[in-house]
């Protein structure tokens, strides 16, 4: 075995060792970082509206003496902890909206072993773990060689395509060697690539001289009806893996009048990029055609759209979080993301997601995050920053 | 409404972020060598009190060192309650254990009672159990004039309830009782009480030496009596009262208010009475008294209410010819 993987592997196990002991002083130490949760949580945090909720992150960053706590152009709140060293830098992220909207009730539960609510897994307690990261350093007295940079992103979800991960990652100024996004579903996910997207919104309208004597005429629900019929007969091949969903449907509000018009939410994941283009084109042509034989308006606005993207599951990064889930009694679950971590690889870093704990009802307005496994996940989080920082995560 | 009122209104009336700074509102805490106690009286509260302790014990003991004591005070409980409070780290209590010889009554009063037995602090902090929106600015934001300013003795919370708003001008936001029965009360009684903008809200703070001073009823009175003792022996001028902005908690039905006002009322009388005031009846007031916020200003606004009575129709001559034109 090489000298130098028999320092990795003994640094590595040196790191491990102290998995245990994080595990219980994170325990310990858990109501700072479940007040935040709480408290973020609490504030409506809709993607394009998440201004109140940057501020409180701010309050906190400020609070904790991070370095240099900045809001910049896209909304992002940033905040550096100084490294030792400085050279270089790990990137931590997570997402600070939410995918309900001002007028949902924005209460959290706090019970013995859970917390309740909306949002709450995803992603105030991803949010609330990232900013106690330096408080839990200190905690266990770990002072890091490189800075860490800590960044609650804005315009995640949806529509906004990564617009503020993205951003943030353009006019950073700071070297990064590697970064890690986090969730609060599920504990034991583990990301390394970003699958191939393509989102977008179907609108249909019946025009206002619409001829209702023809034959098929019909309203807006009768025709959006037809037009998912067509759509689910693109085929969609098992290799490369591809997935179709439709995610929204908006249309009507009465129980006798016919609509007329609507829209419809979809999206499509893939591991062929080509293949995601292809299926591009058919939806293309199929709103086209539906649109000249029924006589309505028919109109596909593609919303989002990434490439493909991934480090290998054999990179240092990936093997090592591994090591660390493993160690932590956590069996690791590979899911490609579609989310933050595109836009790290993208961007040029190495980069994982995890999740933080057990997760019900996830996107429901009751969502459950359980807290006894969250001291793991954090803890996770916590030894992957230290290796990263020891350097054994690079190829 | 009277110079003094006024003044008082300005001077005494606080909005919470006034007090944002905790790091000095610590210090000045320590540099007067005061002592701050909280107590949650609970009865079947498991579904808020978790995140009321996790949040202020977090906020105001761990992060900012406010709070030197922190106890959930307990009627005897049926549901989680006590557990979900010791999982965060709060002293509990049963009302019962506490001062056993003077027996054990059961009601919210009992427990706010026995805490200023139970507890140690100078300032006794006291917060309902059932607030949903829980955030540490209700407890700082009423510990902080006893802290700034040594005359005061007593401040009490005050809200908004959130769908009142109007292009910039909301309404008092009393709840129904307040609004129907305390208002008007206190508008013919006790006229300079009505600048207490929330009179029943149930958060509130006080230093030790007043409140081992006045009488606790068990039940829905409390609020009320410590308003109407305190104002008996030491006036208006050592009240405060702080905006905590809003306030979420479960609504109440109709026939528990009806029971709340009733014990409310016989809380009310008996001050009259035992004040001479039922003997002696003063001229009733004709002002009613209400208030509005505007750019963060508190007014009164005095309206007066003048309840004019017709005599019986058989007096009026008129109407007797009309009856019996003979």
Redesign the interface.
Known sequence: MPIEQIETESLLSAILQGLPNTIEKIRDMR??F??DA??LG?IPSPTYGEEERIRAVMDRFR?NGLKNPMVDEFGNASAHLAGTEGQSSIVVMAHADSVFSPEVRH??????DTMTGPGIADNALGLAAMISIPRILSELNIKLRDNLILVANVKSLGRANLEGANGFLETMSLPAKAGICIEGSTLGRLSYSGLGTLRGEITLQVPADYDWKRFGAAGAISHLTGLINHIREIPIPKEPKTQLVFGGLKCGSSYNTSPRQGSLRFEITSEGDELIGQVENQLNEICEQFSAETGTHVQMEVVAKRMNCGIPFTHPLVKTTRSIMQQAGTTPKVDPSTGDLNALILGGLPAVTLGLTTVENLRETNETVHLDPLYGGMAQVITLIQAIDQGICEL | MSTKEQSWLERNTFHHSVFWDLIKLVEEKERKGLKISLCIPTLNEEKTIGKEVLILRSELMERYPLVDEFAVIDSGSEDKTLEVAKNYGADVYLASDILPEVGNKRGKGENLWKAIHQLKGDIICYVDADISNIHPRFVYGLVAPLIHRDEVTYVKAFYDRPLNYSSGIRPSGGGRVTEILIRPLFSLFYPELSNVIQPLSGEYAARREVLEQIPFPIGYGVETSHLLDLYEKFGLETFAQTDLDRRVHRNQTTNALGKMSFGILQTFFNRLHAQGKLDRMPDLDTFYRRFEVEDGNYRQLIQEVVEEERPPMIDIEGYRNRQNPS
């Open positions: 109501d700072s479940l007040t709480v408290l609490e609070e209460e959290i539960q706090v019970g013995s």
